[in-house]
């Protein structure tokens, strides 16, 4: 199972990132999946998750109303769509996918990761 994060960069307070999560290695229709965020010197935070099956969303509060998480099923990749932009949404983001309940929120119930790609928002 391989889960390829990629989109990050540097973008100015107002602006916007689309981060796409490539998985591939198994049929996902049955996963939930996740995006996650550290930034340096703070722990690991849920951002949101989709259900894969369904479509399902949910979110942290901080996120609501500007960032929207949608999955291809042809291309078998999830992405996160990021509107207007904070310096606090600073962090290296990582996309998961797990086999419980959806959803997910604690990066604990997530069996696959990626390998991260860093999102840094100047002011």
């Known amino acids: 199972v391989q889960l390829q994060a990629s989109g990050g960069g540097l973008v100015q307070a107002g602006g916007s990132l689309r981060l796409s999560c490539a998985a591939s290695?198994?049929?996902?229709?049955?996963?939930?999946m996740g995006w996650f965020r550290q930034a340096p010197g703070k722990e690991r935070e849920f951002v949101a998750t989709?259900?894969?099956?369904?479509?399902?969303?949910y979110y942290a509060d901080f996120v609501k109303g500007r960032f929207t998480i949608s999955r291809d099923n042809a291309e078998n990749t999830v992405y996160l769509q990021m509107n207007s932009l904070k310096p606090e949404d600073t962090a290296v983001y990582y996309c998961?996918?797990?086999?419980?309940?959806?959803?997910?929120?604690?990066?604990?119930?997530?069996?696959?990761w990626g390998q991260g790609t860093q999102v840094t928002v100047s002011s």
């Open positions: 998961a996918a797990g086999r419980g309940r959806f959803p997910l929120v604690r990066f604990l119930e997530y069996d696959y």
């Open positions: 290695g198994r049929t996902f229709s049955s996963y939930v």
């Open positions: 989709i259900n894969w099956r369904d479509g399902s969303t």
